[in-house]
């Protein structure tokens, strides 16, 4: 055809150089179009997995199901949807010095235990802090403390103290449950207003009760907004015919029979008795905690809003119920294998709450591919010899779609993979997680969907009423015409000759541009492109926006440029959180009883504190012990060998240790006995007993023991592991300081106390006698130090594996170092424009922002790479053209995928905890900059300078390369060939230029 052609267009013997160029853009242009004829007609040949999709969709579908019941079936007899109760252990970082001490403390702690199985201990007798709920009170008023308040504030304690299962929980001293109230609102009843503020001020100069009252009391001022009450509770505990050994005997186990029976009860009492007149709130770690679990519950309904609203559009998006409906099916179904393949097969234990997020991006991530693979279903009937051809159908979009939807998918799994790498074992058990749906679902998009496909052709398509056309009905029920009848007057108005608005714009730019879109769409071949088969967006993309880039690529390149510029000052001034973390909105009662315990009250010895424990005996932890991932798992101490304090000297050395300690006012938290010394206690009750300190050396360990199992004080220190014996060997000692450190700072601002902690530990460590010089300084606010850098580091290290995978996967996709470059420039700027986001909303980076750029790396990377595959995948030579078709072809795909995401992060936005609404936020925003990125900076940058016939193609290199190693050389013919192309396009850019 292209001979014929020549012999009626023979090529100029004279006239202008000009003309010289037109004659061989016009030859190049129907070479062009012959062989892009050729691939598409290739592209339509089937082969065996296409053939087996369309002739035995069946079988693929029931093999599928069977899986299904199978990992179904695993997953529901190995509970793998149980979510782990994560603690501070969970995300600290074991491999740091500060997290081995804590572990060190926490796994000797655990192992005492074992040793001492067979001692009893009394129920509720060992106090347990994290269960301890605080009673705050409040008045808009100027004090809270007159006689109807304190009336009413007595009304309320009783009305705590008489809710159901307190008594099986309450701290019991001697037995009962009396002292387990710390208050002061007995010692105001039956005053006056003004005897009541000379109460005041004489109890607030004392460190006792300090704690009691706001920070502006004082001697002179009786006055105070605030009070507040603390109720102990204790372990081990007794229920439902279970009787706990003690406090470290299945600890999640009393934790969840704790917070779920009176914990999430006093947060509910709370709510209900607070006033306008006063408010009150209770707060407590491990009721918080239950609370928190059911704020989740309630949250995590908006998953159902998420998929509802992504299903609308989705059926409006692919003109079919049945393809949507199946579509998120499949989503669900994605699962039940991941979990099998997750926890069975790599081995990983641990799912939590952050797991759960993971739903929210598959949405958005499900519907890209489904739609990618959806459209170039429907684009192939645009072809006149695919259309009543399933099988060639079924070959053509899978050659169009597999590739787009292989690099996308696996961009975004390798991008959550990242996170394997991470430290922190909850963030890496999420990568892994992540990684495994996102390939589960990748596998069903191309294996299952196109079985939906084949069924909603031959069975729903042509049979059920415009269920593929319900843009034109509101229900397919009542419509009159079949699809069948609709496409063939469709095929009749498509015969009709019309104008082709890619011609006249060639016609009206080509003496400017000498673009050859002039030839798109010729007739007369039995490979024909119909343009009216092509939905509205795909013309729009196609006739308006690939114009709209082409004249407006200068100024959106500048204005880009400004732009990124901006926000890469932005991104450079985000800070490390500063305050302490908010999880809800200012106005939720959890969030308000948050910041008034931190800054509504003196602090005290009673209060939260940051308690450093000073440990001997112990020499470090065995990492390697512990299970990677099973956050309960704790491994193994290191015990010091030469730990021994029995001598006299050494008893003497403890005793000016813990007055040393005593006098370091500047360092300790205001009150009684900041520092908790057992040897203090020993050598009150040795002297008791009318008998000399220090202790013999061959008595003392005797005495010790006896003083732990007979004295009130002594057995406090024993269950408390101030004392620790494994039977009739000591294992370990330690003193417990109540230092001045805020605990609602955020970590990274505890370094400089922890220095200085650790110098002093240090400076006692030179003075101490051989057997005591080996010292262990730790907190668990230590440890957190090092895993609020590490979120930081995380994401940083998520973004850089995330962008150089990309990179190397749009190299092997496209070919072309250009395509690759820009798209990775363009994916750079997406980060950039997120984080400069996160700057103007006036956030810090904490654990929220962190846990999110972890989860959103993902988003950033789909779009560009989609248009950039597509790019080079045209079969013009011209940069105008290419764009134009990459546009035409996937421009739908990624406008749809975009709007599911945004609909699926747009239920977020109604929740109540402020990490799914910061999710949101950074949800839309990184769909927003992806979508302005790709179909307007990436547009408009290969407009400018993308690559046009074999410019930046890699292909010829490696052949090159492959010629060279087999030591055959290259055919003369085809580098004549590539030198020709390369002189027809330095002509043409010249001309172009020159005019």
């Not at 201990?121 to 705050?136: A, C, H, R, V, Y």
């Not at 110098?759 to 895993?787: H, L, R, V, Y």
């Amino acid at each position: 055809q292209t001979e014929q052609q020549n012999e009626h267009n023979p090529a100029p013997s004279k006239g202008s150089e000009l003309d010289q160029i037109e004659y061989k853009e016009k030859a190049q242009a129907q070479e062009d179009e012959r062989k892009r004829k050729a691939e598409i007609k290739e592209a339509g040949e089937p082969f065996c997995f296409s053939k087996v999709i369309t002739r035995f969709w069946w079988a693929v579908f029931l093999a599928f199901v069977a899986l299904e019941i199978i990992c179904i079936m695993i997953m529901i007899s190995r509970e793998h949807m149980k979510t782990d109760q994560e603690g501070g252990v969970a995300y600290m970082v074991k491999k740091k010095q500060r997290a081995k001490d804590n572990m060190a403390m926490l796994s000797a702690e655990e192992k005492i235990e074992e040793y001492n199985q067979a001692l009893s201990t009394p129920l509720q007798s060992q106090s347990m802090g994290e269960w301890d709920i605080f009673l705050l009170y409040q008045t808009s008023e100027e004090t809270i403390f007159t006689p109807e308040k304190v009336k009413e504030m007595k009304r309320l304690q009783d009305s705590f103290k008489g809710l159901k299962n307190i008594d099986v929980f309450c701290l019991k001293v001697n037995g009962n449950c009396d002292n387990f109230e710390n208050t002061i609102i007995d010692q105001m009843e039956g005053l006056t207003k003004e005897q009541m503020e000379d109460k005041v001020k004489e109890l607030v100069q004392d460190p006792n009760y300090k704690f009691f009252f706001s920070p502006d009391t004082s001697a002179t001022n009786g006055k105070s907004k605030t009070t507040r009450a603390l109720y102990q509770f204790g372990a081990p505990i007794q229920w439902d015919g279970t009787t706990y050994k003690d406090k470290t005997d299945r600890r999640e186990d009393q934790n969840e029979i704790y917070g779920e029976n009176f914990g999430v009860k006093a947060y509910d009492w709370s709510e209900e008795n607070s006033s306008d007149a006063m408010k009150v709130y209770a707060i407590g770690s491990v009721m918080v905690g239950y609370a928190v679990n059911e704020i989740l519950s309630r949250d995590l309904i908006y998953v159902g809003l998420s998929l509802l609203l992504v299903w609308i559009y989705s059926s409006i998006h692919l003109k079919s119920v049945f393809l949507s409906s199946f579509g998120l099916i499949q989503v669900l179904l994605a699962f039940p294998p991941a979990f099998t393949l997750y926890k069975e097969v790599f081995g990983v234990s641990h799912y939590a709450a952050l797991h759960i997020m993971i739903i929210f991006v598959l949405l958005g991530i499900s519907a890209d591919n489904f739609f990618i693979f959806t459209d170039a279903w429907v684009q192939a009937t645009a072809i006149q010899n695919f259309k009543d051809d399933i099988e060639k159908r079924m070959a053509f979009t899978y050659r169009r779609a597999v590739r787009a939807i292989t690099t996308t998918s696996s961009t975004t799994a390798i991008a959550f993979l990242a996170n394997a790498f991470s430290v922190l074992m909850p963030i890496a058990s999420f990568g892994i997680f992540a990684f495994t749906v996102v390939f589960i679902n990748y596998l069903l998009t191309i294996c299952i969907y196109p079985c939906f496909l084949v069924v909603h052709e031959k069975y729903i398509h042509y049979n059920c009423c415009t269920a593929y056309h319900c843009y034109k009905y509101v229900c397919c029920c009542i419509c009159k015409k079949k699809v069948k009848q609709m496409e063939e007057e469709a095929d009749e108005e498509n015969q009709k000759p019309k104008k082709d608005p890619n011609v006249q714009h060639s016609q009206k730019f080509k003496a400017a541009h000498r673009t050859n879109s002039s030839r798109i769409y010729k007739r007369g071949s039995t490979i024909v492109e119909r343009p009216n088969d092509y939905g509205m967006i795909e013309r729009f993309f196609d006739e308006k926006w690939n114009l709209w880039m082409f004249k407006a690529r200068y100024p959106i390149m500048a204005l880009f440029a400004i732009w990124l510029i901006i926000n890469i000052i932005f991104a450079c001034q985000i800070k490390l959180i500063e305050e302490q973390e908010k999880w809800f909105p200012e106005d939720h009662q959890l969030q308000k009883s948050f910041d008034l315990l931190q800054d509504g009250y003196h602090s005290g010895t009673k209060d939260y504190s940051v308690d450093v424990h000073f440990i001997w005996g112990l020499a470090g932890y065995d990492h390697d012990s512990a299970e990677s991932w099973n956050a309960e798992s704790l491994g193994d101490p290191i015990w010091d060998s030469k730990f021994d304090i029995t001598s006299e000297s050494a008893q003497n050395k403890f005793v000016k240790i813990c007055d040393k300690l005593a006098a370091q006012k500047d360092m300790l938290l205001e009150g009684k006995d900041p520092v908790d010394c057992f040897m203090w206690d020993f050598k009150k009750w040795i002297l008791s007993k009318d008998e000399a300190f220090p202790v013999p050396q061959k008595d003392f360990l005797s005495k010790l023991k006896s003083f732990t199992e007979n004295d009130d004080k002594g057995s406090t220190h024993r269950l408390e592991y101030k004392v620790a014996f494994a039977k009739d060997e000591l294992k370990m000692v330690k003193i417990i300081v109540k230092t001045n450190v805020d605990p609602f700072s955020p970590s990274h601002t505890k370094e400089d106390d922890w220095k200085e902690w650790e110098a002093f530990k240090e400076e006692i460590e030179k003075d101490c006698p051989e057997g005591m010089n080996k010292i262990i300084q730790t907190s668990e606010e230590w440890a957190w130090i090092d895993t609020q850098l590490a979120l930081v580091g995380n994401a940083v290290q998520g973004i850089g594996i995330a962008i150089s995978f990309a990179f190397v996967v749009l190299i092997v996709s496209t070919m072309n170092i250009i395509i690759a470059l820009f798209a990775t420039f363009s994916i750079c700027g997406i980060i950039i424009c997120v984080l400069g986001m996160m700057w103007m909303c006036g956030w810090q980076f904490g654990i929220t922002e962190s846990l999110s750029v972890v989860v959103l790396i993902g988003f950033s990377v789909d779009y560009v790479v989609h248009l950039g595959a597509y790019y080079t995948e045209a079969t013009y030579s011209d940069k105008f053209n290419r764009m134009r078709e990459a546009l035409k072809q996937i421009g739908i795909s990624i406008f749809g995928g975009a709007i599911t995401t945004l609909l699926a992060g747009l239920a977020l936005f109604f929740c109540t905890i402020v990490f799914f609404f910061k999710f949101a936020v950074l949800i839309t925003s990184s769909i927003m900059f992806s979508l302005l990125f790709s179909l307007v900076f990436f547009s408009a940058l290969c407009h400018i300078a993308g690559p046009s016939g074999n410019t930046g193609d890699l292909r010829p290199l490696i052949q090159r390369l492959k010629a060279k190693c087999s030591g055959t050389k290259k055919n003369s013919q085809v580098s004549n060939s590539d030198d020709n192309n390369q002189y027809l396009t330095q002509q043409i850019i010249s001309q172009i230029l020159s005019s």
